[in-house]
Nanobody, 118 residues
Framework: VQLQASGGGLVQAGGSLSLSCAASDRTFSRYTMGWFRQAPWKEREFVAAISWSDSSTSYADAVKGRFTISRDNAKNKAYLQMNSLAPEDTAVYYC????????????WGQGTLVTVSS
């Protein structure tokens, strides 16, 4: 499956952004979807994931209570709603797909830049 992330931009601290990840085909429903991010001079880190089977979710501690991951299998899309953004959330955000519950995120989108100004 091919992925394309969108929705990044510049926002002030405390603001919100919604990211989207569009998948190329209807096998989307077989994939656990994840969002990751990479800040300047830092390693890529996990942000959130949503299961293919029951849409159960998991979050990094840094974003719990502020970010919400969701999916719409009918539209072949995953989303990341980001609220109460802080400058430390500035990063390139990537969506990724892991077949079923493999945990192997083999498919990656191109990334979308989120910049949070203080």
């Amino acid at each position: 499956v091919q992925l394309q992330a969108s929705g990044g931009g510049l926002v002030q601290a405390g603001g919100s952004l919604s990211l989207s990840c569009a998948a190329s085909d209807r096998t989307f429903s077989r994939y656990t979807m994840g969002w990751f991010r990479q800040a300047p001079w830092k390693e890529r880190e996990f942000v959130a994931a949503i299961s293919w089977s029951d849409s159960s979710t998991s979050y990094a501690d840094a974003v719990k209570g502020r970010f919400t991951i969701s999916r719409d299998n009918a539209k072949n899309k995953a989303y990341l709603q980001m609220n109460s953004l802080a400058p430390e959330d500035t990063a390139v955000y990537y969506c990724a797909a892991a077949l079923f519950n493999s945990g192997n995120y083999a498919n990656w989108g191109q990334g979308t830049l989120v910049t949070v100004s203080s």
